[in-house]
C-alpha cells in the first residue's frame, strides 16, 4: 500500500495503544493525535488506565 497525502510522510503514524499496531494519517493541526481509532484504542487505553489509578486508591 502506497499513502501519499501532500508529501505529508511525518504524519503517519503508528497507534499508542499497546495492543495495536496500526498505522494512520494525523492530520491533526499539532500533529497529537495519538491513536488510530477515538472509539477503539483510545478508548480501552484511557479505560484501562482509570481502572488501573482507581485500583491504586483502595487501602
Known amino acids: 500500500m502506497v ?3 501532500e508529501g505529508r510522510f511525518a504524519s503517519i503514524r503508528t497507534c499508542d495503544a499497546g ?3 496500526r ?3 494525523d492530520s491533526t493541526k499539532n ?3 495519538r491513536y ?3 472509539r477503539g ?3 480501552r487505553t484511557h479505560s484501562a488506565n482509570f ?3 482507581e ?3 483502595k487501602p
Request: hydrophobic share 30%.
Open 3 to 5: 499513502i501519499v497525502h
Open 19 to 21: 495492543t495495536c499496531n
Open 23 to 25: 498505522l494512520f494519517f
Open 31 to 33: 500533529q497529537s493525535r
Open 36 to 38: 488510530c481509532t477515538g
Open 41 to 43: 484504542c483510545a478508548a
Open 51 to 53: 481502572r488501573q489509578r
Open 55 to 57: 485500583e491504586e486508591k
